[in-house]
């Protein structure tokens, strides 16, 4: 089974600041992927990004990048030039190569002070 | 815009009746994924069908079963409602080979 933890239910940044979202996960599977999901006030879920874990590289889509660490299973977004948009819950979660479902976090919900 | 569209947005209804959401795929998706967001539980998978057949089961209740017909959408049929089946209710859905799930905007079911 899967795990995925993240231990800071509140952050907040201020406009134009960098903000990193912390995520641990726990899986038994060499191969797996990691998302992060963004889901405003509209409830909305939108993808942020997905890594690989067999690639090494970090991704990273626009402001939005990741800090993948294999091997203490931990997965960070780090969020760029912050914009009142960004404003959500963010979700983490991880999905097996084998089993589709997505396994989520308790989400961290992010709050851009202008 | 994701592509996957729900039906209703939202649904109130009584405890012990029944109730069917709807979802649509994005063009070309086979899977389609069904997901409970609740303020207790969070986000949780509760089963996915590929091209009509079941393909994975999560945590869905016996009271809950849902169904992939020919022409891709899905159903999901909640019955003898309970208040804490009260909930925001997902669609995603995924083509063959891609790990991306896109998701819908949700059925925001209030059972009272």
């Known amino acids: 089974a899967q795990t995925v933890t993240q231990s800071q239910p509140e952050m907040s940044v201020q406009e134009a600041e960098t903000v990193t979202l912390s995520c641990t996960y726990d899986?038994?599977?060499?191969?797996?992927?990691l998302f992060w999901y963004k889901q405003p006030p509209s409830r909305q879920m939108i993808l942020v990004i997905r890594?690989?874990?067999?690639?090494?590289q970090n991704a990273t889509e626009n402001r939005f990048s990741v800090n993948f660490q294999k091997a203490a299973k931990s997965f960070s977004l780090k969020i760029s030039d912050s914009q009142l948009g960004d404003a959500a819950m963010y979700f983490c979660?991880?999905?097996?190569?084998?089993?589709?479902?997505?396994?989520f976090g308790t989400g961290t919900r992010l709050t851009i002070i202008p | 815009d994701s592509g996957v569209t729900q039906t209703p947005k939202h649904l109130i209804t009584a405890t012990g009746q029944r109730v069917t959401l709807r979802c649509s795929p994005r063009?070309?998706?086979?899977?389609v994924y069904w997901y409970q967001q609740s303020l207790d539980q969070g986000l949780q998978f509760l089963i996915q069908?590929?091209?009509?057949?079941?393909?994975a089961k999560g945590n869905i209740l016996e009271r809950f079963s849902a169904q992939q017909f020919p022409d891709l959408h899905s159903e999901l049929n909640l019955s003898s409602l309970e208040l804490g089946d009260s909930a925001l209710y997902f669609c995603?859905?995924?083509?063959?080979?891609?790990?991306?799930?896109?998701f819908g905007p949700g059925t925001r079911l209030t059972v009272t």
């Open positions: 995603a859905s995924s083509s063959a080979g891609t790990p991306m799930q896109y």
């Open positions: 899986t038994s599977e060499s191969d797996y992927y």
């Open positions: 069908y590929y091209n009509g057949e079941e393909r």
């Open positions: 890594q690989e874990a067999y690639k090494q």
């Open positions: 979660c991880c999905r097996n190569f084998g089993n589709e479902k997505l396994t």
């Open positions: 063009s070309g998706d086979l899977s």
